[in-house]
């Protein structure tokens, strides 16, 4: 039996609720990602949306991009669909029908239940038992079994299982949290086979075909009258099993799915090929879990004191890993991974920021494999800085399967570049911990030198107080419209200039030929090597006569935002209080911003400039975004403040699964999960992983826990991390290296 | 015959670009206006769409606004609806079928009149007349005239005259200059009646009814056959003529329509009544005409030099006049008056800076009911500050019947709060030239009062610096999305509380018991006046070293933009270059900002200061907004520059005629009617009305012409001022007083 703290459990007996936390439940491989809906067929649309996405399986959406074409993720076939009537009465969840109702995720297994008891109109009592896992050995395959069984008296009972192409989108086309309803359909149904189903995008003209296949067994127990027919559609493959079960009497359907797209190769062919040689559901299942205690083993935190925390880490963790597209370097991870609709499956800034360190440290393959898909966009970034007069790489904002800026036009994204930098920052950072020179020559060193370039080319050089601007910019505070010297983006961009040096230099030096290639590829010069050299040490970081680092350099000038009139509860100031227009106004930080900067450099920065500049943006942070309290809790507990950082933690640790941003109907927030990791391990553990390499951990653990083991990937090494107190204890697991 | 100078004419050959000129041959009387459509029904929807606009006739629109329902201009029926056919083929516009072409708007009278040679397939050729006016005598009548003659042999004929309520928006529903095209469908038809229609918005629940009828009369000489009958449908009320001329015979169509609706009372009734006391088509004219005379006699400015330059500028002058809303102060005048869609005729600051002059200061009744129309929003303009957290009274940027915000979310409507003072600024200049003192204490005071105390509330003092700042605002040049201290918004809003102070400080001396009454419903207290007291000569404006005045306090610190790659023709930076979101980037001026500021505060600033901004903001400006060429010229003149004045002159004279922004076919650009009119009266006449009361003329005429003269209304007098070169003759109309 899984241990409590590997159980996320709910026993929710409000079912109109239940939509809201299918997110919640998501199970995924990076293949796909799979929404907990259920499974069996609900009386009215909402109820059977389904909620399956595939990475990089994109539609036509609904607003207007500022280059090329908006998109959507597409939500696929809802392969898990099943119809269920019990003496000829539709299964359905409503109040009064269901007890003793569980939705149990075992993470450790990676693995979704939901069991309850049904009871007719006639009084027949049926047992229910659902279960299913998205392959993450086998990641074209999937499994479902479910379980009926007669509680009572004998029941007829009618199980259709199938594949129902007749989904349309959960209508979640903007970043405001609406409630899922039925919106656009993006596929056309090509053909209904036997057993599989073909489907194409074609709300696009390179839309994907999508091709899927089951493979169902019935097996039945104290039952008689057994009979299975085809129950196909035009939208839909399936079949009919129907029996008369005896009190005690049960049925169990078992369901091995496959599934391919066009972005594999020959869809069909695969499908064939895979279901030909599809595992048993119990080989299928004992490969995955066998493949889940591999990744725990690599990226479990442990933690004694609170076996809670313990959980909520798990969950954070969990969806994490589940989520990285490892095997297709086409792909990143989108702000809400393939979790929901919301931000249309987009990958943002914080995947480098947020999450990437994760992935560095516990799964750098997966790491490379997102830097990778950055190197591939890299044309569509120089692109995007020629168009707006720039040189370099400008990468985009909002950016899909080719890199093109998806932001709507108009709100921005033109001053949001510090996603540049990120981007350059993730990668040293990766170089620095991994020393994973191939990488670098191969896809690096080209990523950071177009950067840099951008950067050059975007700012300025005043004379008189000689030093280097950047002008025109929102950093990490989505509340500024516009501002300029944002020391987060000037730090940031001075570093990608630093690190394009670092990296041409080590080339230069230990892949001489490859180098020169590749510099005259890209027409550098000797001359732009040394403008990029005047940069270093002359960019300027507004502070405060105090020495306060400040968040841009007329932040002070703004007048004083009132906090009890505009922030007094969970919603966000411009939901209700004033428009998102005035904030520029006011001293408000919506999301920390100097607060991330200082954790990231923290060798930049003395401890002294990190207190004072809590003290004074944290009372000023209204925490409008899920990218806001991971920050605060990591420089908390840096700091020694555990007991605020603690409660910063539970604030990350707990959002998803207490959705107290009231959105996680639309999708677990990824960049948090990956807050929620570096909260632990870069705050409580105090590991600093410097850009030079270095690893160095000063802990401070919350009074609740009494200690904290994890392994770190580093250098090409794993090493174990124990924590107790303010003591850690450093282990190289790949040699007797221990500290 | 009327002189050249007094008419507009077009021979346009391609009928497919004839849309893009109706704006141009507007007619209006205030309560409405009518494009210059063609009157004969058409083949195809496109061009059988009209376009009567009415004042304070709105439904509902396609956006979202920021306060209340997002309204458009309704196009009303379509009384000057009619179907020809010769020979049973129908009149229609096309090539090969029609020769002498002429449309020609006669500004001296008022009057549209078209006039053609139509051929049949049959070859049968008909001369057709078409005579059109919209009463400014009686503003709730028009007229309309058709002749139709047999040029060759005889012709059977059928001419169908109605009130056409089956119109259609032209869905111009954005600020883009979009084609007309058939949109959205705004009116009910409730009954049509024998001679008379009604119909209603249905898109808005507070729709207002229309009420329209016509008299028509057929007179046929050289014909036989005449038969009349109904020719009504469901959404048309109609009479068809039929006969036969011989060659030389003709046929006279004379319509006199009436219209009313529901915001003028019991608009059913009302109809009743004037379509039984209507005068005859020939009376009619006649007063239209005599009222025409006097509008002339007042404002009427006579250049001689130039007829072209006459022409193009009575041309100006004529829009404005017929569109001025002043029998009806709930109404103010539209960005394109009630000749297109476009901002759907809103109200905006353009109105009390660009056009509100030209009738304070020939036709200052017509300003008074304007500045009433913003007392009536003040209720509105209150509400806006006080959600914004401000005190006072806060204007919308874009004002519909009931003041509130319609400008969309998240444009920058925050920002843009120059308006409020623009309104004060107008205000003050209005009872500077008119003394009239009975308006400042019932209306003025109360806006002055209201609008100083938002302007005290959106300030900061900087102790340091000894100064008050205003940040995050726009002004006038639109390129910047928030700039902090920009000059033109801080002097208008000091200007603002200074205005306040003088017109309490004289109603409490000379309507002491008014002001008592004012000074308690506002709450008004010693400490307030205090307060503001403190502001004036402490307003920061910001300057370079060299003493220019900066359009903001950043101004300086932007990227240069390269103006030969931005901007290469008539186009907007914007809609081919880079988006404007790039555009705080450079030092870019979308249109006059401080070239405005300057003219209106000529007081302020020395020549010298003038002649510094000139020289730099002129080659930095794109004058991509029509309320651009008339500062420069306005200035360029006052300094002397008169080549360069001439130059911008031309460019705001010709604007509509010669389409030169590309966009008039969405309507005329009152603002630079406006403008025209001060670059010539405070430009080449050196007019200046400062707020103090003085008038000053110090005159610069251009070397093409020989002299200009013009009419303005001071203090109660009418002044004729005659400008031969540099020299001005001033002569006092009303008393016997000369300069």
Same mark, same amino acid.
């Given at each position: 039996?899984?241990?409590?703290?590997?159980?996320?459990?709910?026993?929710?007996?409000? %079912?109109?609720?239940?939509?809201?936390?299918? #997110? !919640?439940? &998501? $199970? /995924?491989?990076? @293949?796909? =990602?799979?929404?907990? %809906?259920?499974?069996?067929?609900?009386?009215? #649309? !909402?109820? &059977? $949306? /389904?909620?399956? @996405?595939? =990475?990089?399986?994109?539609?036509?959406?609904?607003?207007?991009?500022?280059?090329?074409?908006?998109?959507?993720?597409?939500?696929?076939?809802?392969?898990?669909?099943?119809?269920?009537?019990?003496?000829?009465?539709?299964?359905?969840?409503?109040?009064?029908?269901?007890?003793?109702?569980?939705?149990?995720?075992?993470?450790?297994?990676?693995?979704?239940?939901?069991?309850?008891?049904?009871?007719?109109?006639?009084?027949?009592?049926?047992?229910?038992?659902?279960?299913?896992?998205?392959?993450?050995?086998?990641?074209?395959?999937?499994?479902?079994?479910?379980?009926?069984?007669?509680?009572?008296?004998?029941?007829?009972?009618?199980?259709?299982?199938?594949?129902?192409?007749?989904?349309?989108?959960?209508?979640?086309?903007?970043?405001?949290?609406?409630?899922?309803?039925?919106?656009?359909?993006?596929?056309?149904?090509?053909?209904?086979?036997?057993?599989?189903?073909?489907?194409?995008?074609?709300?696009?003209?390179?839309?994907?075909?999508?091709?899927?296949?089951?493979?169902?067994?019935?097996?039945?127990?104290?039952?008689?009258?057994?009979?299975?027919?085809?129950?196909?559609?035009?939208?839909?493959?399936?079949?009919?099993?129907?029996?008369?079960?005896?009190?005690?009497?049960?049925?169990?359907?078992?369901?091995?799915?496959?599934?391919?797209?066009?972005?594999?190769?020959?869809?069909?062919?695969?499908?064939?090929?895979?279901?030909?040689?599809?595992?048993?559901?119990?080989?299928?299942?004992?490969?995955?879990?066998?493949?889940?205690?591999?990744?725990?083993?690599?990226?479990?935190?442990?933690?004694?004191?609170?076996?809670?925390?313990?959980?909520?880490?798990?969950?954070?963790?969990?969806?994490?890993?589940?989520?990285?597209?490892?095997?297709?370097?086409?792909?990143?991870?989108?702000?809400?991974?393939?979790?929901?609709?919301?931000?249309?499956?987009?990958?943002?800034?914080?995947?480098?920021?947020?999450?990437?360190?994760?992935?560095?440290?516990?799964?750098?393959?997966?790491?490379?494999?997102?830097?990778?898909?950055?190197?591939?966009?890299?044309?569509?970034?120089?692109?995007?800085?020629?168009?707006?007069?720039?040189?370099?790489?400008?990468?985009?904002?909002?950016?899909?399967?080719?890199?093109?800026?998806?932001?709507?036009?108009?709100?921005?994204?033109?001053?949001?570049?510090?996603?540049?930098?990120?981007?350059?920052?993730?990668?040293?950072?990766?170089?620095?911990?991994?020393?994973?020179?191939?990488?670098?020559?191969?896809?690096?060193?080209?990523?950071?030198?177009?950067?840099?370039?951008?950067?050059?080319?975007?700012?300025?050089?005043?004379?008189?107080?000689?030093?280097?601007?950047?002008?025109?910019?929102?950093?990490?505070?989505?509340?500024?419209?516009?501002?300029?010297?944002?020391?987060?983006?000037?730090?940031?961009?001075?570093?990608?200039?630093?690190?394009?040096?670092?990296?041409?230099?080590?080339?230069?030096?230990?892949?001489?030929?490859?180098?020169?290639?590749?510099?005259?590829?890209?027409?550098?010069?000797?001359?732009?090597?040394?403008?990029?050299?005047?940069?270093?040490?002359?960019?300027?970081?507004?502070?405060?006569?105090?020495?306060?680092?400040?968040?841009?350099?007329?932040?002070?000038?703004?007048?004083?935002?009132?906090?009890?009139?505009?922030?007094?509860?969970?919603?966000?100031?411009?939901?209700?209080?004033?428009?998102?227009?005035?904030?520029?106004?006011?001293?408000?930080?919506?999301?920390?911003?100097?607060?991330?900067?200082?954790?990231?450099?923290?060798?930049?920065?003395?401890?002294?400039?990190?207190?004072?500049?809590?003290?004074?943006?944290?009372?000023?942070?209204?925490?409008?975004?899920?990218?806001?309290?991971?920050?605060?809790?990591?420089?908390?507990?840096?700091?020694?403040?555990?007991?605020?950082?603690?409660?910063?933690?539970?604030?990350?640790?707990?959002?998803?699964?207490?959705?107290?941003?009231?959105?996680?109907?639309?999708?677990?927030?990824?960049?948090?999960?990956?807050?929620?990791?570096?909260?632990?391990?870069?705050?409580?553990?105090?590991?600093?992983?410097?850009?030079?390499?270095?690893?160095?951990?000063?802990?401070?653990?919350?009074?609740?826990?009494?200690?904290?083991?994890?392994?770190?990937?580093?250098?090409?090494?794993?090493?174990?991390?124990?924590?107790?107190?303010?003591?850690?204890?450093?282990?190289?697991?790949?040699?007797?290296?221990?500290?």
């Amino acid at each position: 039996m899984t241990a409590k703290t590997w159980l996320l459990e709910e026993k929710i007996g409000d %079912f109109g609720k239940r939509l809201g936390r299918d #997110a !919640v439940f &998501t $199970l /995924g491989n990076g @293949y796909l =990602g799979c929404r907990g %809906f259920f499974d069996e067929e609900q009386e009215g #649309a !909402v109820e &059977t $949306l /389904g909620g399956i @996405y595939m =990475g990089g399986v994109f539609g036509a959406g609904a607003l207007k991009a500022w280059e090329g074409m908006h998109r959507e993720l597409v939500n696929t076939p809802n392969f898990l669909w099943t119809s269920i009537k019990v003496d000829g009465e539709q299964l359905l969840q409503r109040p009064g029908k269901v007890s003793s109702f569980k939705r149990v995720l075992d993470m450790r297994r990676g693995v979704l239940t939901r069991t309850f008891v049904w009871t007719g109109a006639a009084g027949a009592k049926v047992k229910v038992v659902f279960e299913r896992f998205m392959s993450v050995a086998d990641i074209h395959y999937a499994g479902q079994r479910i379980t009926l069984q007669a509680v009572d008296g004998p029941v007829s009972l009618s199980v259709s299982a199938g594949i129902d192409a007749g989904v349309t989108q959960h209508n979640m086309v903007t970043t405001l949290p609406l409630p899922i309803q039925p919106g656009r359909r993006q596929l056309d149904v090509l053909a209904v086979g036997e057993d599989t189903i073909e489907a194409k995008v074609f709300t696009r003209p390179d839309g994907v075909t999508i091709d899927e296949g089951q493979l169902l067994t019935f097996r039945a127990e104290g039952s008689s009258g057994e009979k299975v027919k085809p129950d196909s559609t035009k939208t839909r493959v399936g079949a009919n099993f129907s029996a008369r079960l005896e009190k005690g009497g049960a049925v169990t359907m078992t369901k091995v799915v496959a599934f391919f797209t066009s972005r594999d190769g020959d869809a069909k062919a695969l499908l064939a090929d895979a279901l030909a040689a599809a595992p048993s559901y119990d080989d299928l299942l004992a490969r995955h879990e066998a493949a889940w205690a591999e990744k725990w083993d690599s990226a479990d935190i442990e933690i004694e004191g609170c076996d809670d925390d313990q959980r909520a880490l798990r969950y954070n963790l969990f969806q994490l890993m589940q989520a990285a597209p490892r095997h297709d370097s086409r792909l990143s991870l989108g702000a809400r991974g393939l979790s929901g609709e919301m931000h249309e499956g987009s990958v943002f800034w914080d995947n480098e920021i947020f999450k990437m360190p994760f992935f560095t440290l516990t799964d750098p393959e997966a790491a490379k494999s997102m830097l990778i898909y950055r190197y591939r966009t890299l044309e569509a970034a120089k692109k995007h800085a020629k168009d707006l007069w720039f040189d370099g790489a400008m990468y985009a904002w909002k950016a899909g399967v080719d890199g093109l800026e998806e932001t709507e036009v108009g709100v921005g994204a033109y001053y949001a570049i510090h996603i540049v930098a990120d981007i350059a920052y993730a990668l040293r950072q990766y170089w620095a911990m991994t020393g994973d020179d191939a990488f670098l020559f191969d896809y690096g060193v080209e990523i950071l030198l177009e950067t840099a370039r951008f950067w050059k080319s975007r700012m300025q050089f005043d004379k008189k107080a000689g030093r280097y601007e950047i002008r025109a910019v929102r950093g990490p505070n989505e509340y500024d419209t516009i501002v300029h010297n944002n020391a987060y983006t000037n730090v940031f961009a001075e570093q990608n200039i630093r690190s394009a040096l670092e990296a041409i230099a080590k080339m230069r030096k230990e892949a001489p030929e490859a180098w020169r290639k590749l510099a005259g590829k890209c027409a550098f010069t000797p001359a732009e090597e040394k403008s990029w050299k005047s940069v270093l040490g002359r960019m300027y970081i507004p502070r405060a006569k105090d020495g306060l680092v400040l968040e841009d350099d007329a932040y002070l000038l703004r007048a004083p935002f009132d906090f009890k009139r505009g922030k007094v509860d969970g919603r966000r100031v411009v939901d209700w209080a004033l428009p998102l227009e005035a904030m520029p106004f006011y001293q408000i930080t919506k999301q920390s911003d100097v607060v991330t900067l200082m954790n990231l450099f923290f060798d930049r920065f003395t401890e002294a400039e990190a207190r004072k500049a809590y003290a004074f943006y944290e009372p000023r942070t209204v925490h409008d975004s899920s990218l806001s309290f991971a920050p605060h809790a990591v420089m908390a507990a840096r700091l020694g403040m555990t007991d605020e950082a603690y409660r910063y933690f539970r604030e990350c640790a707990y959002l998803d699964i207490a959705d107290t941003q009231l959105n996680s109907i639309s999708g677990v927030h990824f960049a948090n999960l990956g807050g929620t990791w570096q909260a632990v391990v870069f705050g409580f553990g105090g590991v600093r992983a410097s850009l030079d390499g270095t690893l160095e951990v000063k802990p401070h653990l919350p009074s609740a826990w009494k200690s904290l083991s994890f392994k770190l990937h580093y250098g090409g090494d794993v090493l174990r991390i124990v924590v107790k107190g303010n003591k850690a204890t450093v282990e190289n697991l790949s040699s007797a290296w221990t500290e």
